[in-house]
Nanobody, 112 residues
Framework: EIHLVESGGGLVQPGGSLRLSCVAS????????MGWYRQVPGKRLEWVGS????????KYFPSVKGRFTISRDNAKNTVYLQMNSLQVEDTALYFC?????RGQGTLVTVSS
């Protein structure tokens, strides 16, 4: 069974940084493409970016490209989302995703 646990969220001022982590289990992580999504209450789920299982290629939603970086550590079954230059509009509940399965999410609040 796929199990994903996100962490690392919190309150940060505009312009600040956070690194989210997602520990995965229940599948062959090293060959799995992983994604990050976010959701503001009352709005639909939004794709943030993805990292491939082979070659570690990454893709990003345009509004986060150049500010967010996805990486992975296969030895730790963990995927990361480094978020820099955070904006108020980045406030959301962030989820990692594997084949449509997501964890409970971690809340990121960007506010002064």
């Amino acid at each position: 069974e796929i199990h994903l646990v996100e962490s690392g969220g919190g309150l940060v001022q505009p312009g600040g940084s956070l690194r989210l982590s997602c520990v995965a289990s229940g599948f062959d992580f090293s060959s799995a493409a992983m994604g990050w999504y976010r959701q503001v209450p009352g709005k639909r789920l939004e794709w943030v970016g993805s990292i491939s299982g082979v070659g570690n290629g990454t893709k990003y939603f345009p509004s986060v490209k150049g500010r967010f970086t996805i990486s992975r550590d296969n030895a730790k079954n963990t995927v990361y989302l480094q978020m820099n230059s955070l904006q108020v509009e980045d406030t959301a509940l962030y989820f990692c995703d594997r084949a449509g399965r997501r964890g409970q999410g971690t809340l990121v609040t960007v506010s002064s």
